[in-house]
C-alpha cells in the first residue's frame, strides 16, 4: 500500500521494518518527528534522552544487548554525541545500529549548517544518504544489515529538505524482531588502551571491506544518458538535476562514505565534462580531484545554504528566470516571533529595560535576541549561556558579572546547563542565571523532559525537580518566580545580582501553547487615554499593534490578556473590557 510520507515518518517505518526495538533521540528539528513516529508502533520502546550523548550511549547499550537501535538527532547534535560515536566505531555493534544525522543546509532552523558526512569519513562510517521518503524508508532498513554485516554503526545522513517532504511511499512487511545472544565481549567492548588497538585494526579491516561493497552496492547506481555532461550527486540535489537537465549521464551516490572509487572512474571515463553537484562542502568534490579526475565543484557552485531546481538551473545552463517569473511583489518580512502570552517576553522586556549583559541559549527564548526586545548578547551552542556567562566574568571582573545574567531554558538547563552551573560554584563564580521553565521543549513541538514528569508516550514518570537540583549542586540563593509579573521580576534580578555568589532565578510559567487558552478577561486601548508612546508595542507582542492612521495602539484577535502590556503602559490606556 502506497500513501505519502515525510522523510522522517518513512525512516521511522523503515527502522521499524528492520526488526529495531530500540530507539533514542533528543528532539531538534528537523529529525524530531524520527523518534515520535517511531514511538507509535507497537512492541517496541521509544524515549528522548536528557542530551544527545546520552542517546548515543543508550543506543549503544541496546545494540551490545543485542537489539536492532536507531538514533536520531540533527546535525549540531551530532557533535555532542561525538565522544561514544567515535569511540562506538571501534567496538563495533552486536544488533545494528543506526544513527540520522538530519542536516541543516540553509540553515532554517540552526546555528550552523555543517556537513556531517565528515563525521564519517573522520570515524570510518559507513555514511548513506536517500533522495527521497521511498529511500528513506527503504535506506534506512538495509542500513540495518550492513551495520550487523560490516560490524559498524552506520549514519543515514538526510537534510531539512528530505525530512520535512512528502513523497509516495511503498511500505513493506515488517520482519519479526531478533534480539541477538549476548555475550560478555572485553576485547571488543571495554576500550582499554590495549584492546582499543586491537579493535582499530578491526575497524581498518571492515572499512577495506566496505571500500569493495560500495563498488557493487544497488544503493549507487549510472543512469546513462547524453554523455556530453555526467554529474555525481547525491541526496535531494539528485532529484534537483534530474527536474532541471533531462537526458544527461548521472551517477547516483546513495553511499556517500566510502566513495565507489571504480565506479566514479569508470563514470568520468564515460562523459566528456564531469560536474559535482553537492550541497556545503566539497566532500565529494576533494576525493575526487585527489584521484587525478578533472572534474568541476565548487569553482561553479557555491558552500553556502541550500540549493535548488532554480539554482541549478542558472549554474548547470546559464538560465535566466523569465520577466514575469515569481511574485509581482515582494512578501513583507516576517521575523520569528515569541507567541502572543508567551511567559519569555517579560523576561527579556525586563533584561533589556535593565540594560544587563545576557548570555543566551537555544530555544524559543533565543527570539529574545530580535527586535523590538533585543535582549541577549550571546547565543553559541546547547547549554553555552552558563558557561559564557562564568567566561565573562573571569575577563572582565565582578563589576561587569553584577550586571551579566545567564539565561536558559528548562529542556536545555537539562540537556548541557548542570555541569557549567556546577563550574560556577566550583571556580567561586557569582554568575547569576535565569532557568526560564515552561514546562516543556517548545521550539521543536512541545516534546517532554525528564522535568516534566511525562515520557515520550505521555506516560507519567519520575519528575525532575528543577529547584531541588540547584540546591543540591550548591546554589545557596535560588527562587521562583512568575515572568509575567514584571515587578517581581526586576526585584528578583536587582537582589540577585548585588550577590557576589552565585544565584538562580527559576522564571516559571507554562508555554501558552501547551493548552488552548480561553480568553476570560479580555482587554483594551482607551483611546481618550493612550498617547501614542508605543511602549506596549516594544515587548513584541502580536496581540497588540499600532494604528498608524489613529496613532494609537489597539488589541489584536490574537491577544491572551496575560497582562504583561497592561504592566508597561504608564498611562493606565490598557485594561479591562467593560462588561
Known amino acids: 500500500m502506497k500513501q505519502l510520507m515525510i522523510g522522517n515518518e518513512a525512516i521511522a517505518r523503515g527502522a521499524f521494518e528492520a526488526g529495531a526495538?530500540?530507539?533514542?533521540?533528543?528532539?531538534?528539528?528537523?529529525?524530531?518527528?524520527i523518534v515520535t513516529n517511531f514511538a507509535d508502533f507497537e512492541g517496541v520502546y521509544a524515549q528522548w534522552a536528557p542530551n544527545e550523548k546520552v542517546a548515543m550511549e543508550v543506543g549503544a547499550g541496546a545494540s551490545i544487548g543485542g537489539a536492532r537501535t536507531l538514533v536520531a538527532m540533527k546535525h549540531v547534535?551530532?557533535?555532542?554525541?561525538?565522544?561514544?560515536?567515535?569511540?562506538?566505531?571501534?567496538?563495533?555493534?552486536?544488533?545494528?545500529?543506526?544513527?540520522?544525522?538530519?542536516?541543516?543546509?540553509?540553515?532554517?532552523?540552526?546555528q550552523n549548517e555543517q556537513d556531517n558526512r565528515g563525521y564519517g569519513r573522520f570515524a570510518k562510517l559507513l555514511v548513506i544518504e536517500p533522495s527521497d521518503s521511498q529511500e528513506a524508508l527503504d535506506f534506512t532498513r538495509q542500513a540495518f544489515d550492513l551495520s550487523e554485516q560490516f560490524d559498524t554503526p552506520v549514519m543515514l545522513r538526510i537534510t531539512t529538505r528530505l525530512a520535512h517532504s512528502q513523497t509516495m511511499v511503498e511500505k513493506g512487511e515488517p520482519q519479526t524482531p531478533v534480539l541477538k545472544e549476548y555475550k560478555k565481549n572485553a576485547p571488543k567492548y571495554v576500550m582499554l588502551p590495549g584492546y582499543a588497538r586491537g579493535r582499530h585494526v578491526e575497524v581498518e579491516k571492515h572499512f577495506e571491506a566496505l571500500r569493495e561493497y560500495v563498488e557493487t552496492s544497488p544503493l549507487n547506481r549510472i543512469e546513462w544518458g547524453d554523455r556530453k555532461i555526467g554529474i555525481i550527486t547525491s541526496g535531494i540535489p539528485y532529484q534537483y538535476v534530474k527536474e532541471v537537465m533531462g537526458d544527461i549521464s548521472v551517477l547516483k551516490l546513495g553511499i556517500v562514505n566510502p566513495l565507489p572509487r571504480k565506479m566514479i572512474e569508470e563514470f568520468a571515463a564515460g562523459v566528456?565534462?564531469?560536474?559535482?553537484?553537492?550541497?556545503?562542502?566539497?566532500?565529494?568534490?576533494?576525493?575526487?580531484?585527489?584521484?587525478?579526475?578533472?572534474?568541476?565543484?565548487?569553482?561553479?557552485?557555491?558552500?553556502?545554504?541550500e540549493y535548488s531546481p532554480e539554482y541549478l538551473e542558472q549554474q548547470l545552463k546559464g538560465a535566466v528566470p523569465p520577466v514575469g517569473f515569481g511574485l509581482e511583489k515582494e512578501i513583507p518580512a516576517r521575523p520569528p516571533l515569541l507567541c502572543a502570552g508567551c511567559p519569555h517576553r517579560g523576561v527579556f522586556h525586563t533584561l533589556r529595560r535593565m540594560k544587563l549583559k545576557v548570555a543566551g541559549d537555544?530555544?524559543?527564548?533565543?527570539?529574545?535576541a530580535l527586535s523590538p526586545l533585543e535582549g541577549m548578547d550571546t547565543c553559541i551552542c546547547m547549554g553555552a549561556s552558563i558557561g559564557t556567562a562564568m567566561g565573562l566574568e573571569k575577563a572582565r571582573g565582578e563589576e561587569f558579572?553584577?550586571?551579566?545574567?545567564?539565561v536558559i531554558g528548562d529542556s536545555t538547563f537539562v540537556h548541557s546547563g548542570i555541569t557549567p552551573l556546577i563550574d560556577v560554584v566550583y571556580n567561586q563564580g557569582t554568575s547569576t542565571v535565569m532557568i526560564l521553565d515552561n514546562d516543556t521543549t517548545a521550539m521543536t513541538g512541545h516534546q517532554d523532559h525528564p522535568a516534566t514528569g511525562v515520557n515520550i508516550r505521555k506516560q507519567p514518570t519520575?519528575?525532575?525537580?528543577?529547584?531541588?537540583?540547584v540546591r543540591a549542586?550548591?546554589?545557596?540563593?535560588?527562587?521562583?518566580?512568575?515572568?509575567?509579573?514584571?515587578?517581581?521580576?526586576?526585584?528578583?534580578?536587582?537582589?540577585?545580582?548585588?550577590?557576589?555568589e552565585p544565584s538562580v532565578i527559576i522564571?516559571?510559567?507554562p508555554c501558552v501553547l501547551l493548552e488552548k487558552v480561553v480568553v476570560t478577561n479580555p482587554i483594551m486601548v482607551d483611546p481618550e487615554l493612550c498617547t501614542g508612546c508605543k511602549s506596549c508595542i516594544r515587548v513584541g507582542c502580536t496581540g497588540i499593534s499600532f494604528n498608524d492612521e489613529e496613532k494609537k495602539a489597539e488589541i489584536n484577535a490574537g491577544c491572551i490578556a496575560c497582562g504583561l502590556c497592561e504592566q508597561v503602559c504608564t498611562f493606565d490606556a490598557i485594561k479591562p473590557v467593560e462588561v
Open 77 to 110: 547534535g551530532i557533535n555532542v554525541a561525538a565522544d561514544p560515536l567515535y569511540t562506538f566505531a571501534y567496538t563495533g555493534v552486536n544488533g545494528g545500529m543506526v544513527i540520522i544525522s538530519a542536516d541543516d543546509p540553509g540553515m532554517h532552523s540552526s
Open 272 to 305: 566528456e565534462r564531469l560536474i559535482i553537484v553537492e550541497e556545503l562542502e566539497p566532500v565529494i568534490e576533494e576525493q575526487v580531484r585527489s584521484w587525478g579526475i578533472k572534474v568541476e565543484g565548487k569553482e561553479r557552485f557555491t558552500l553556502l545554504g
Open 21 to 33: 526495538t530500540v530507539a533514542t533521540a533528543y528532539p531538534g528539528t528537523p529529525s524530531t518527528e
Open 507 to 509: 522564571a516559571k510559567r
Open 462 to 469: 519520575n519528575k525532575l525537580d528543577i529547584e531541588a537540583l
Open 401 to 406: 558579572a553584577a550586571k551579566t545574567v545567564a
Open 473 to 500: 549542586i550548591g546554589v545557596k540563593n535560588v527562587r521562583v518566580v512568575d515572568p509575567l509579573k514584571l515587578d517581581e521580576l526586576e526585584t528578583a534580578l536587582k537582589e540577585e545580582l548585588a550577590r557576589r
Open 362 to 368: 537555544i530555544g524559543c527564548y533565543t527570539l529574545g
